[in-house]
């Protein structure tokens, strides 16, 4: 294993200009093609001698500079240098135990680690950051998952009766994958994503994010990309934390509004009145449906999808007509939305006394394909586990970065930092500013992680602000007594 000097030093090399910063000079180059110049090889060779490398300064040296590079892009020695210098701990810690000195809501707390070897280790529990950080640098983790506070220290736990060892308190949490937009979007599937489809996580965090500040009045929301396909939020507010599994399972039902299996060709049903958080939903949707359903999505473009589109309409005849109208044509996707909504909204299908008001189906639709889809699982069971902030994922190398909700439009999953390209930039960081390496500057930094963890720190910020106020508050009260 190469330790942190070892590296150092293949970054000394690695960091050398097209000059190769006069590694070797004109002379010795000079030297070295006078020698090579020397080696003939005519017709009368044998031809095992003519394919031999012949050893000089420049293979050698370039030899070791392939063996360099290896080494750099080795995942290993990559994720050994973000936990060493990138890792943000102090700010993390502050994060799970929503105070400076550690209490329960950290010492308590289950983490959990998926190792290379592919080892599962649960019910790990450390007493402060330090301990944890040690933890983490020997154990050298794939994955980082974060669990419950549980009422008492879950690396006692086969030290404990079980029914004495309960989980009590989690943040409520929220798991969106592109993987259950599979159904709609027609540019990716799988854990692939492009910038295309990107789109339906950008609107799931305005919509959710909207409806758990304005509806149920939570003010501290941590968004974090899981380096791949989706992303998480973390509801973090004490109220939050301390919610029963039933409570969750409600909050989740009050967000939930596309619903079936894929068998179902209509997984949307509202009322023709919304209730004001749908109204409000409805208005974001509403400015991305055309630009990322319709246009970059292509849902009208082809047979196919546009079939799929005309299953949801209750009507039969409906149905016929839009598809005589567009089978054989060449109309763009905007021109068919208008023509469905045209034909939809009609008097005579509005003014149905029974079945469905056909008007609404166009709105309808706007939900079905642009409205986030939950795993629920993860939000109702509060023992259950989540990928850690500042993870790294495995095969995308990219780390798990928290998004600011109020810009999330400019958020890009392809311009996240991976292993690779923080090493990269650390090291040009210091090679051109050779006299700010000893400064007590935090190596994350010199790097385009600096974005990143500043959104967390000012996320965390408001965390202990709150927790400072409550304290000073609980102190003034039992003063009075």
């Keep these: 294993m190469v330790n942190v000097q070892d590296h ?64 750099e892009n ?38 959990s680690f998926t190792l290379a070897s592919d080892t599962y280790l649960r019910y790990n529990s450390f007493s402060d950051a330090e301990e944890l950080r040690n933890e983490i640098e020997r154990l050298q983790p794939v994955k980082i998952d974060i669990g419950a506070i549980y009422t008492a220290k879950p690396k006692d736990k086969k030290t404990i009766n079980p029914k004495a060892f309960q989980p ?11 993987t259950d937009y599979d159904e709609i979007r027609t540019c990716c599937s799988g854990g692939d994503i492009c910038h295309k489809c990107w ?26 990309y899981s380096g791949r396909r989706g992303v998480h939020c973390w509801v973090c507010d004490e109220r939050a934390r301390k919610l029963n599994n039933e409570a969750r399972s409600a909050i989740v039902s009050y967000l939930e509004v596309v619903k079936g299996g894929a068998e179902m060709s209509r997984k949307v049903k509202l009322p023709a009145t919304l209730h004001p958080s749908l109204t409000r939903s409805l208005d974001i949707l509403r400015q991305y449906f055309l630009p990322l359903v319709v246009k970059d999505q292509g849902v009208f473009d082809d047979e196919k999808s546009w079939k799929k589109i005309l299953n949801i309409i209750p009507d039969q005849a409906v149905q016929a007509k839009l598809t ?10 905007k021109s ?80 996240v930092p991976t292993l690779q390209t923080l090493t990269k930039e ?48 609980e102190a003034s009260v039992s003063m009075e007594f």
């Design 199 to 224: 789109g339906f996580m950008t609107v799931a965090i305005k919509v959710i994010h909207a409806a758990l500040k304005e509806d149920f009045g939570f003010k501290h929301i941590l968004w974090v």
């Design 74 to 111: 080795d995942p290993v020695i990559l994720l050994r240098t973000f936990y060493n210098r990138f890792f943000p701990y102090k700010t993390y810690f502050n994060w799970l135990n929503y105070d400076t000195t550690p209490n329960k809501n950290f010492v308590q707390r289950e983490f």
């Design 336 to 415: 068919r939305w208008d023509d469905l909504r045209t034909e939809l909204e009609k008097n005579e299908y509005a003014k149905r006394k029974t079945g469905d008001k056909l008007n609404l189906i166009p709105r309808d639709i706007i939900f079905q394909y642009t409205y986030p889809r939950l795993d629920d699982k993860v939000s109702t069971n509060i023992n259950h586990l989540l990928k850690s902030p500042f993870c790294v994922h495995p095969k995308t190398q990219r780390v798990c970065v928290p998004i600011n909700p109020d810009n999330c439009d400019q958020f890009d999953p392809f311009s």
């Design 426 to 473: 650390l090291e040009s960081y210091n090679a051109a500013n050779p006299k700010e390496t000893e400064k007590r500057m935090a190596d994350y930094d010199k790097t385009s992680l600096k974005e990143y963890i500043g959104t967390f720190e000012l996320f965390v910020d408001g965390l202990l602000k709150e927790a400072l106020e409550r304290k000073r508050a």
């Design 168 to 178: 009590v308190e989690k943040e409520l949490v929220f798991d969106i994958d592109m």
């Design 8 to 71: 150092d030093e293949i970054s000394d090399i690695m960091a050398m200009d097209a000059a190769e910063q006069n590694f070797f000079s004109d002379d010795d180059m000079t030297e070295v093609d006078r020698d090579m110049s020397k080696v003939h090889l005519n017709q009368a060779t044998p031809e095992r001698f003519k394919t031999k490398s012949f050893p000089t300064a420049a293979s050698n040296f370039n030899s070791k500079l392939a063996s360099m590079q290896a080494m």
């Design 324 to 333: 005589e109208r567009w089978e054989g044509t060449d109309a763009s996707g």
